[in-house]
């Protein structure tokens, strides 16, 4: 890996935190179970053994992707000088024809999250939308067929900005789920 990979602070901190919580943890718990495992005699036939062995190597596996991954960290933690385009870390909102709103937010491949409706740098939607600014008209591509939007807001303030409801609460109509944005 050696391209960097776009993230947020709170996404940088998110991964941080798994891999300390793995390596303190996760690893010593399972490595315990092993050796437990391991006293009790014939390790051919013993599944907790077997079965532990296999988690570590799962572990271990974890722990050298994100000590890769965070090295190639490229941590945005502040708005781009033109508040107005869509960058990596906007939050936007878009306008169909039927009057219908969606917000989305563009962040890196770790941390999108379709119920916070954030979606990855790189997905299509976030590539037809970058560089983009509030105002413009776009044909976004979707799975059920293009799709014209309006750019009415672009912030880099977050949640705040725009105030939106909670998922809990939304009431998926067929014609505007923003889900398959």
Request: charged letters at 35%.
């Amino acid at each position: 890996m050696t391209n960097k990979v776009y993230i947020t602070p709170a996404g940088a901190r998110s991964l941080r935190d798994e891999l300390r919580n793995i390596w303190s943890v996760t690893r010593p718990e399972v490595t315990q179970k092993v050796s437990d495992a391991a006293a009790l005699g014939d390790r051919s036939e013993n599944a907790d053994y077997i079965y532990g062995k296999k988690q570590l190597r799962e572990i271990d596996k974890r722990i050298r992707y994100l000590t890769k991954r965070l090295d190639n960290l490229e941590i945005v933690d502040r708005p781009p000088p033109e508040l107005d385009k869509i960058f990596f870390g906007a939050w936007v909102r878009l306008e169909d024809e039927e009057g219908e709103i969606s917000e989305l937010r563009i962040v890196g491949v770790d941390e999108f999250d379709l119920k916070k409706r954030w979606i990855s740098l790189n997905s299509p939607v976030a590539q037809t939308l970058l560089g983009k600014r509030k105002g413009m008209d776009v044909i976004l591509k979707r799975p059920i067929g293009d799709q014209e939007m309006y750019i009415s807001e672009v912030s880099y303030d977050g949640f705040g900005k725009f105030s939106l409801p909670d998922p809990n609460d939304i009431t998926v109509r067929p014609s505007s789920n923003s889900s398959e944005l």
